[in-house]
């Protein structure tokens, strides 16, 4: 069972680039959860998201963010016109159901605006 | 609020026990997540509390106090390898039943 897949690992955009983050939930899990993380501080929540439905987008900008998790395929996090302050890590996590149990992270896309 | 407190950082001997403390405000709660995450990777799972008491994992066990709005995680037998930051996290319907993290504490274990 192959945990939580998030591609690319890396990715590097020129400022007002477009970046596209994906993430595959563990086989079994229909709720994805999006954080963005700057270097040396703490996990932020940005989107929580279920199979065509968004729960919670609360921490997401209003602007040039948007995420999906489609009925076939992986969640996608899209950054439109990117600028250098969107440069972090972009961590996706799984749980099977609503969080009573466990939730499982992905090993981030670390995006970098130049 | 969602307040949840952690020290920012903590320093230990090997082969000695620390003990990370997180406080948070109990409305809405439902439970509480401890992650260990070294720098440049992602966050892994280390334990999930609901009840109150103390819940051991082989060198790392965690305690939940739920009406004082208390958590701890206690490392025994430090290695270097454990050397991390710890994030605690609460999840509960009042909070939209996601993760809320605190900052983190950064443990830097010597030798």
């Known amino acids: 069972n192959a945990g939580v897949m998030q591609n690319p690992r890396h990715l590097v955009r020129r400022r007002g680039q477009e970046a596209r983050l994906r993430c595959s939930p563990m086989?079994?899990?229909?709720?994805v959860y999006w954080y963005r993380q700057l270097p040396e501080e703490g996990l932020k929540f940005m989107v929580y998201?279920?199979?065509?439905?968004?729960?919670?987008e609360s921490g997401m900008p209003k602007e040039r963010f948007s995420a999906e998790f489609p009925k076939e395929g992986p969640s996608i996090l899209r950054i439109q016109q990117v600028v250098r302050g969107d440069s972090a890590a972009y961590f996706c996590a799984s749980s099977p159901q609503v969080l009573n149990t466990e939730a499982f992270f992905g090993q981030g896309t670390r995006l970098t605006v130049v | 609020g969602q307040n949840i407190d952690q020290p920012t950082e903590m320093t230990a001997t090997e082969g000695a026990i620390v003990q990370i403390n997180c406080t948070y405000q109990?409305?809405?709660?439902?439970?509480l997540f401890w992650y260990q995450q070294h720098a440049g990777e992602a966050p892994t799972f280390l334990s999930y509390?609901?009840?109150?008491g103390l819940e051991e994992k082989g060198r790392f066990s965690s305690f939940l106090s739920r009406s004082k709005g208390y958590s701890y995680l206690l490392l025994k037998e430090l290695q270097m390898k454990d050397s991390a930051s710890y994030l605690c996290?609460?999840?509960?319907?009042?909070?939209?039943?996601?993760?809320?993290f605190g900052a983190g504490t950064i443990l830097r274990v010597k030798s």
């Open positions: 509390n609901v009840l109150d």
């Open positions: 109990t409305s809405g709660f439902n439970g």
């Open positions: 086989k079994g899990h229909s709720h």
């Open positions: 996290a609460k999840v509960g319907r009042e909070y939209g039943n996601k993760l809320v």
């Open positions: 998201l279920q199979k065509e439905n968004i729960i919670d």
